[in-house]
């Protein structure tokens, strides 16, 4: 089993990186291959919104570091997506990431990605509150849904907000951990 992690906060010791490594190290050590990418250390643009992909490519035309990441992520049986929380969206990197993910549709807005792949969003944010900010992984759910993920995992931390807080929360590494056990196990079962 191939997982790749997308991580989308520029802070040393962020805590939905941390989250999403937990997962990896978790998933490695039961035998899965494991990559990962910091989008903050990549230099690449957003979407052109120039149609290409649509018109005369089945892939993104921009030619940038993101080319590997968007590759990555069709050969994985499953993909983390780690984001913060910033006014109450993702981070501008991930959103970045995810505009260019646009490539992985057709024409007819069918996918290009092979079927059945598994999802985990790992979202941060400082306030106490998890009713606060459903909506965001609900939206990014629709979307992966189309592009065919099957299985879709949620991992949110609701603070603290500093830096490096999660040893402060074992009940999500604990989950983070669970989440590993299933990812592995449900590709045993497919
Ligand atoms: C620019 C910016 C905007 C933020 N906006 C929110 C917000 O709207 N709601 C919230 O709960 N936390 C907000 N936070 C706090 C972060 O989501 C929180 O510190 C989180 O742990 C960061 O995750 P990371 O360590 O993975 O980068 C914001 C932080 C920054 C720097």
Known sequence: MK?????????????????????????????AETQEFLLNKLEFKGCQGC???KTKLDHCVV????????????AA?????????????VSGQFKSFFDRTYSWLNP???SRLIPGKASVFVFAQGQPSLDM?????????????RFGFARNYLLRMNGPRAADSVSQRP???GQAEEIAHEL???????
């Open 133 to 145: 900010y459903r909506d965001v992984h609900a939206r990014y759910e629709m979307w992966l849904k």
């Open 171 to 173: 009940d999500l590494v």
């Open 63 to 74: 030619k940038d570091e993101l080319g590997p990441v968007l590759e990555a992520v069709k």
């Open 77 to 89: 049986d499953a993909v983390i997506l780690a984001s913060p929380n910033y006014f109450g969206e």
């Open 3 to 31: 997982i790749v992690a997308i991580l989308g906060s520029p802070r040393a010791k962020s805590n939905s990186t941390a989250l999403a490594r937990t997962i990896l190290h978790q998933a490695a050590e039961q035998g």
């Open 51 to 53: 149609e290409t992909c």
């Open 184 to 190: 592995i196990g449900g590709s045993k079962q497919a």
């Open 108 to 110: 007819d807005f069918s």
